[in-house]
Structures are given as structure tokens and as C-alpha cells.
């Protein structure tokens, strides 16, 4: 299994700053000593184009050489630097090149991305670009060209945080359907309506959450016919994450990653995920999430790499 990473481009934050951005090298690092058989890639950088396909032009710029409206750079939450302008760009170019894996071998990951709170002409919540919405698109198009048959999305995503940002992007979409499970009164508070939006109570532990996923998945496999599927797989519904106000215990986490994989799995459907949000008060807490979705994964890699033989 391939995972693309772009923990290089190291944001220089000010003392307090409260996004982990240490937890990225630190998990390539988990990856790399406890589980060999993921062949960990630097990511690409996306290219204006490829970024075109979602965001408009003058956002593009804006990003790239720090003219941002002060409230819009408020909004995404780090200072501008060379080096948030190309960890966006490679954090997109992460999940195109998975992307891209997993339609050939089933399943490959970006060991950070899930920036779904970016919309077309703006960024927030600590997300500049919005790395799924750039590779769905850019696999239409691309698709688009192999066949008249239109090429179907499903976006599942298990960040605590809704998906702002992707939902207002496919808004209308019939080619994409948006399924996010998140905190009801966690941030954005302002939410934007999805295709499927659970509203989870603060509080809610494995039992419910799981109950909650797997009626999501009926209604998503009843309303939509994806061909590809992209997984967010935040590790903040953890009951110890700083951000989260849910109750996972890493025991439900796996088996929430477990559920996703093998629905994706018994369909054939090929699965891109990223690693979205975590802020463990403890930040081995993230990082013992974030594995724990990579050794689902491989397990699920196996299976295909085992169906291609």
C-alpha cells in the first residue's frame, strides 16, 4: 500500500499555536519502523490547473504569494509563509497521487490532508485547499475522457468537524455524494448541508456512533452508486482530543475505520483516505489513532493486492 506525505514543508507557527504540525513527521516516522509494508512517497505538488478544477483563480494567486484578505488568512488559522503556501499545495497533490494509487491497487492514503473546510474562494479552520474536492474533480475529468459514463463520488467523512467546505462545493452535484458524521455543536458552527448529515450529541461513545455510521451507510449505499470513494478518518472523535467533545475509545475508532473499509471492500470500490483532524490533549493519543487506521488499510490493501494475483 502507497501513502504520500508533505510533513517537509514545516509551518513556522508562533509559541502556543494550538495545530499539532508536529504529528505528521512523527507518524511517517510511526509508519515507517512498525509497519515496512506501506511504501511511504513524498506527495507532488498540485498544479494551478489541478487546483482550478475547485478553487478560483484569484484565491490561487492569493495563496501562492501572501495577498490574502487579512480575514480570510484569519479564518484558515496559520500565518502566511512560503511554506503554508506549498504544504497546501503538496497536501492536495498527496491526495491526487492516492487517488490516482487506489484506482489501479484499491487503496492508498495521504498521511495528512482532509482540508474540508476550504471552499472555492476561501480557506478556514486550519484548511487552505480542499484536497478531496481538487481529486475527486480531477478523476471526473479524467475519467471523463475514458468513458461517456459519468464517474460517481462518494465522499465519507468521519472527521468530528463537519465538512463544511466539500458540502458546499458538490452542493447540487448528483455525481458526488457528501456523508459527514461530526460533532452537532462543535465547529463550523454555521454548518453547510451535505447530501447526509448526522449530528452527533456531545458525549456520543463507540455504541451510538457506530449505530449512527451504519444506518449512514445504508442510506448512502441506498441513494448513491459511488465507483470511487474518499475517507476521511479524523482521529478528533477520540474521547481524550482537545477538539472533539465526543467519546470514542481507540477500540471504537478501529472499528469504525474497519466498518468504512470493508463496505468499501464488499462493493470494489476503490477508497482513497486521509488523515483529517486530531489534537489529542496527549498527542501520542492522535498518533495511536492514526496508526491504528493505517494497520486497517493494510489489511484491506492485502485483500486486493490478494484479488489482483
Known amino acids: 500500500m502507497q501513502a504520500f506525505y508533505a510533513d517537509r514543508f514545516v509551518l513556522p507557527l508562533p509559541p502556543g499555536h494550538r495545530f499539532p504540525m508536529s504529528k505528521y513527521a512523527a507518524l511517517r516516522d510511526r509508519l515507517n519502523a512498525s509497519l515496512p509494508d506501506i511504501d511511504i512517497r513524498p506527495a507532488p505538488a498540485a498544479t494551478d490547473g489541478e487546483l482550478a478544477l475547485v478553487h478560483t483563480p484569484d484565491y490561487i494567486r492569493a495563496v501562492a504569494d501572501g495577498t490574502l484578505d487579512p480575514a480570510v488568512q484569519r479564518a484558515i488559522g496559520f500565518p502566511w509563509s512560503i511554506a503554508m503556501a506549498e504544504r497546501a499545495r503538496h497536501s492536495v497533490g498527496a491526495t491526487i497521487a492516492a487517488a490516482h494509487r487506489a484506482l489501479t491497487h484499491g487503496i492508498a492514503a495521504n498521511l495528512a490532508g482532509g482540508t474540508h473546510h476550504a471552499g472555492r474562494a476561501a480557506g478556514g479552520g486550519f484548511c487552505v485547499f480542499n484536497d478531496v474536492a481538487v481529486a475527486a474533480r480531477l478523476l471526473q475529468a479524467e475519467q471523463a475522457r475514458r468513458s461517456r459514463r459519468p464517474f460517481r463520488v462518494a465522499v465519507i467523512d468521519c472527521d468530528v468537524h463537519q465538512g463544511n467546505g466539500t458540502a458546499a462545493i458538490f452542493r447540487g452535484d448528483p455525481e458526488v455524494f457528501t456523508l459527514s458524521l461530526h ?15 448526522v449530528d452527533l450529541p456531545d458525549g456520543c461513545g463507540d455504541a451510538d456512533y457506530l449505530a449512527a455510521l451504519e444506518q449512514a451507510l445504508e442510506t448512502l449505499q441506498d441513494r448513491f452508486d459511488a465507483d470511487f470513494v474518499f475517507y476521511l478518518a479524523g482521529a478528533d472523535p477520540h474521547e481524550n482530543d482537545r477538539l472533539g467533545r465526543l467519546k470514542l475509545s481507540f477500540d471504537g475508532l478501529e472499528a469504525r475505520d474497519r466498518r468504512v473499509f470493508d463496505w468499501a471492500w464488499q462493493r470494489r470500490l476503490p477508497l482513497a483516505f486521509s488523515m483529517a483532524g486530531g489534537y489529542g490533549r496527549d498527542m501520542a493519543d492522535t498518533l495511536q489513532a492514526q496508526f491504528n487506521t493505517f494497520a486497517v488499510a493494510l489489511d484491506y490493501a492485502r485483500r486486493w493486492e490478494a484479488l489482483a494475483r
Open 183 to 197: 460533532g452537532e455543536r462543535n465547529y463550523p458552527f454555521q454548518k453547510e448541508p451535505g447530501d447526509l448529515d
